[in-house]
């Protein structure tokens, strides 16, 4: 099974910060790469797919880069409603696994 | 609007059986492939199995701890795939979420729009 490493897993920030996240494969997955965004007891949201395309109506703060085995999640200026739990996914080999997930709280 | 929208949860024992359904409307759900994750209480998500669109087989793969107790199917007819899970066991609590996974090449364009989730208990 392809292990996919994220961390951190939780991290406080600010406002404004830049925050980063990073998931790693424990083999090559090319591109394919999700991140998800989670809020409380609600549904998981795709924010990024291809590893960088950004879904459509995600505000561009959000930006995801990487390919082969190292990803990043970057969100350029932190906002109040980015405050989640995000998790990466990687869909190149059965089974497809998650990340743990990286919780993002207020500091 | 693009929607998806499962059905089927509840308290079950263990042993016992459920099928949850996932009924899709806003889009050509033939042409996509179906899949199941799931969130068990307080946990991360985990992929669950999924079935590929007849245009590609309509077969389906599995997570190991699933494997020939779940199964996923679907009838594009009524644009709803399945989720019948069989010989439950406690640790399958969990929420489930059905997916829209892919159209097709180059199955990168994936797992765009979630449903709204339905719990499974698993509980004597």
């Known amino acids: 099974d392809i292990q996919m490493t994220q961390s951190p897993s939780a991290m406080s920030a600010s406002v404004g910060d830049r925050v980063t996240i990073t998931c790693r494969a424990s083999?090559?997955?090319?591109?394919?790469l999700a991140w998800f965004q989670q809020k409380p007891g609600k549904v998981p949201k795709r924010l990024i797919y291809?590893?960088?395309s950004l879904q459509s109506g995600v505000p561009s703060r959000f930006s995801g880069s990487g390919s082969g085995t190292e990803f990043t999640l970057t969100i350029s200026s932190l906002q109040s409603e980015d405050f989640a739990t995000y998790y990466c996914?990687?869909?190149?080999?059965?089974?497809?696994?998650f990340g743990h997930g990286t919780k993002v709280e207020i500091k | 609007e693009v929607q998806l929208v499962e059905s089927g949860g509840g308290l079950v024992q263990p042993g016992r059986s459920l099928r949850l359904s996932c009924t899709g409307s806003?889009?050509?759900?033939?042409?996509?492939?179906m899949g199941w994750f799931r969130q068990a209480p307080g946990k991360g998500l985990e992929w669950v199995g999924f079935?590929?669109?007849?245009?590609?087989?309509?077969?389906?793969e599995y997570v190991a701890s699933v494997k020939g107790r779940f199964t996923v199917s679907r009838d594009d007819s009524k644009s709803i795939a399945y989720l019948q899970m069989n010989s439950l066991k406690t640790e399958d609590t969990a929420v489930y979420y059905c997916?829209?996974?892919?159209?097709?090449?180059?199955?990168?364009?994936?797992?765009?729009?979630w449903g709204q989730g339905t719990m499974v208990t698993v509980s004597s």
């Open positions: 291809a590893a960088s």
């Open positions: 997916i829209r996974v892919v159209m097709g090449p180059p199955w990168l364009d994936a797992f765009d729009i």
């Open positions: 806003g889009f050509a759900f033939g042409d996509y492939a």
């Open positions: 079935i590929r669109s007849k245009a590609y087989g309509g077969t389906s």
């Open positions: 083999q090559g997955i090319a591109n394919f």
């Open positions: 996914l990687q869909h190149n080999g059965y089974p497809w696994t």
